[in-house]
């Protein structure tokens, strides 16, 4: 059974960082991808692309509406991927999910995962 677990949300003032974790256990993922997709209130039907990592070449891709702020990352050996977000804003605000896919490269969207977490609350003050 391959969990993912979020952690690292919380609350921040505009500009400030956080950084999001996401754990994998059940299976090592050599292969696939990885990505963070948020849901911002008021539009819980709509899963936006964040950033996404292909597994087994390390190759990111960013949203443009969060490129230069945010970074993401993994961690082969620990099974762990993060989202480094930097100089926050408001309408960053969302629940944050990671997703996974076990076959293919990175993808915008959420159709194409095949696991999911339960999603870390990020909310930004102005």
């Known amino acids: 059974q391959v969990q993912l677990v979020e952690s690292g949300g919380g609350l921040v003032q505009a500009g400030g960082s956080l950084r999001l974790s996401c754990s994998v256990s059940?299976?090592?993922?050599?292969?696939?991808?990885m990505a963070w997709f948020r849901q911002t209130p008021g539009k819980e039907r709509e899963f936006e692309f964040v950033?996404?990592?292909?597994?087994?070449?390390?190759?990111?891709y960013d949203a443009d509406s969060v490129k230069g702020r945010f970074t993401i990352s993994r961690d082969n050996a620990k099974n762990m991927l993060y989202l480094q977000m930097n100089s926050l804003k408001p309408e960053d605000t969302a629940v944050y999910y990671c997703?996974?896919?076990?076959?293919?490269?990175?993808?915008?969207?959420?159709?194409?995962?095949?696991?999911w977490g339960q999603g870390t609350q990020v909310t930004v003050s102005s």
């Open positions: 059940g299976r090592t993922f050599s292969r696939g991808a």
């Open positions: 997703a996974a896919r076990v076959v293919g490269v990175v993808t915008s969207s959420r159709y194409n995962y095949d696991y």
């Open positions: 950033a996404g990592i292909n597994w087994g070449s390390g190759s990111t």
